[in-house]
């Protein structure tokens, strides 16, 4: 399987409604254990964050929360539009952008 195959598949699995809905619900869950133990142990500055395969942003606006900015990227335009939507609807303004790949 090519490569631009596989992208096309995983941009058609994460780009469908269900899916969009779905990860827009877990915006308000934040970062999971493993993930602010990361925070805590390797990103002891404040500085930009790079959050490939961001979704609709709850990593992204989770950093954010924390004092960093962030510019979230993904495959999905649909998951990318939902993160616009949630950048306004939350009042992120400090999210640097969010772009698909």
């Known amino acids: 399987m090519s490569e631009s195959v596989l992208l096309s598949m995983m941009n058609d699995f994460f780009s469908t409604d269900i899916r969009v809905n779905e990860y827009n619900k877990w915006i308000q ?6 993930e602010k133990s990361v925070v805590n142990n390797y990103m002891k500055s404040l500085g930009s ?7 609709c ?8 929360d ?8 993904d495959l999905s335009e649909n ?3 939902q993160a616009v939507k949630n950048t306004i609807q939350l009042e992120k303004t400090l999210i640097s952008e969010f772009v698909t790949i």
Do not use: D, K
């Open 29 to 34: 869950r934040g970062l999971s254990g493993w």
């Open 49 to 55: 964050v790079l959050n490939v395969g961001c979704g």
């Open 57 to 64: 942003g709850r990593e992204a606006f989770a950093l954010y």
């Open 66 to 73: 924390l004092g960093y900015s962030v510019t979230g990227v």
């Open 79 to 81: 998951q990318i539009e």
